[in-house]
């Protein structure tokens, strides 16, 4: 067998994306070097012989997807699983934990001037975030973060996928985060308990 | 189950928060207001601004407002800061405009409202590619989040037309007969002479009656404790079948039957 013959197979199979590392797994004569090669084989091959999918890198790994172009001709059936769309709210939240992520309820809801535990637990239920770690201050609030589902979710391979605030129109560039500004504003007050 | 709106800038999904606002809160209602009017976020006309602010809160009504206590928290901290504006304030001793941390808020949630914008195209982007039957994990609903689209008027109306049950209908309903349950019996074992097996809801269905099916149902496990008949149901609420009880007639299938220790969740 070659190797990205081996490497194929485990993609076909998946219904979701692997790591390099995981894809290795499927035989003693892969290395994480060889799947990378092995792709970029299978990429080659899928372009020259006109496939109408492709590899790509999305959630720290790899899946076989449909290319785009051909989203018309499966939306017309019912039975092909279409993921939901998150609701407007959602994403602000989404949004809100993936750029200050570590960041705990109280903080989100600031930012977007509403309430967010509800939102917040429908992102859980959805996967896309989770307790990441828990703040030392007072009660402990738990901080969130984002998944490797969440980088599915938008098809992004990691967080540097994500839009760059140096790229976006409107911007506060020399904004100091929520806690340095605390400090900042009293700076002689120690936090004792 | 797909509720995606086609239309509208933000596609509200089809998920379980559902906010019926017209805006998502109020820093979003204050943003539409200075960028509506073209306003210097830096310089906020902040009087202007709190009038109109208010005016639009009135105007949408704070019953329309999922969240009308954090648009009145707003109200309060902008009539504080105009409040501070209209101190005199001395000079450059390094003290804050007090606008400075809304402004602060305003530019990072018009950010975040950028990014908001951006994923959802990505989100929209990726849809567009599909995986392999793929299924994505479905919400678990939590009761409080379902949202509630009746109105009072709504829940008013129909609790009036409610009709109660009508005392006379059910002085009515005596039962006219007893259902013996020997009768029964012998019309299980009747129909058990031509054939094997007979499905007990071809046995009650002449009937209209519950007790025709409770004195079936009482007559099929009198019998089943005669070791007449065996009763086999394959699951839970699938049909109940009963077979012909003595061994000759069945073969492997009833020995099988008959060992009822080994498939308890066969028996009934």
New interface residues.
């Given amino acids: 067998m070659k190797a990205s013959q081996i490497v194929e197979v485990v993609l076909?199979a998946?219904?979701?994306p692997l790591k390099a590392e995981e894809i290795a797994r499927a035989d003693e004569s892969l290395d994480e070097d060889r799947v990378q090669e092995a792709i970029e084989d299978l990429r080659t091959l899928y372009d020259d012989s006109e496939r109408a999918f492709q590899i790509?890198e999305?959630g720290e790994g790899y899946?076989?997807?449909?290319?785009?172009e051909f989203?018309p001709y499966?939306e017309r059936f019912d039975t092909?699983?279409?993921?939901?769309?998150?609701?407007?709210?959602?994403?602000?939240t989404?949004?809100?934990i993936?750029?200050r992520q570590p960041i705990g309820r109280i903080e989100i809801e600031?930012?977007?001037?509403?309430?967010a535990a509800?939102?917040i637990?429908?992102l859980q239920?959805?996967?896309l975030v989770e307790v990441v770690a828990r703040a030392e201050g007072l009660g402990r609030p738990l901080l969130y973060g984002t998944t490797r589902r969440f980088l599915e979710?938008?098809?992004?391979a990691s967080l540097d996928d994500?839009?760059r605030?140096e790229d976006?129109?409107?911007?506060?560039r020399d904004?100091a985060p929520l806690e340095e500004?605390a400090e900042s504003e009293e700076p002689e007050e120690e936090p004792e308990f | 189950m797909n509720l995606v709106p086609r239309h509208g800038p933000i596609p509200k999904g089809d998920f379980l928060i559902v906010e019926l606002d017209p805006f998502q809160g109020p820093l979003d209602l204050l943003l539409h207001l200075i960028r509506q009017q073209d306003i210097d976020v830096f310089d906020i006309p902040i009087s202007t601004i709190t009038d109109q602010f208010l005016a639009a809160v009135q105007e949408i009504g704070v019953e329309e407002l999922d969240s009308a206590g954090e648009f009145l928290e707003m109200a309060a901290t902008l009539i504080r800061i105009k409040a501070q504006m209209l101190l005199p304030r001395p000079g450059d001793d390094g003290e804050e405009d007090p606008r400075a941390e809304l402004v602060r808020r305003l530019l990072e949630y018009e950010q975040i409202r950028e990014i908001t914008t951006r994923l959802s195209r990505s989100e929209a982007e990726r849809a567009r590619r599909f995986g392999k039957g793929h299924v994505e994990p479905r919400p678990q609903r939590y009761v409080e989040d379902t949202p509630l689209e009746t109105t009072w008027e709504e829940v008013m109306e129909a609790a009036m037309h409610v009709e109660l049950p009508h005392p006379l209908t059910r002085a009515l309903r005596i039962t006219t007969g007893l259902v013996a349950m020997e009768e029964k019996i012998q019309l299980i074992m009747g129909r058990l002479k031509d054939v094997a097996r007979v499905e007990f809801k071809d046995l009650v269905a002449p009937w209209k009656e519950k007790m025709h099916g409770v004195m079936t149902l009482l007559a099929g496990l009198e019998l089943s404790r005669q070791r007449a008949v065996t009763l086999r149901q394959s699951r839970l609420f699938s049909e109940l079948w009963i077979l012909r009880g003595d061994p000759q007639g069945w073969t492997g299938a009833l020995a099988d039957a008959e060992n009822q220790e080994t498939e308890p969740e066969e028996e009934v």
Avoid at chain 1, 80 to 92: F, I, N, T
Avoid at chain 1, 153 to 156: D, L, P, R, V
Avoid at chain 1, 168 to 172: V, W
Wanted: zero cysteines; hydrophobic letters at 45%; aromatic letters at 8%.
């Fill in positions: 076909f998946s219904d979701a790509v999305l899946q076989l997807l449909t290319r785009p989203a499966l092909v699983p279409r993921p939901p769309r998150l609701s407007g709210p959602a994403l602000e989404l949004a809100i993936a750029y600031y930012i977007r001037g509403v309430q509800g939102v637990r429908t239920d959805r996967d979710h938008f098809g992004f994500l839009p605030p976006l129109p409107i911007l506060l904004r500004l």
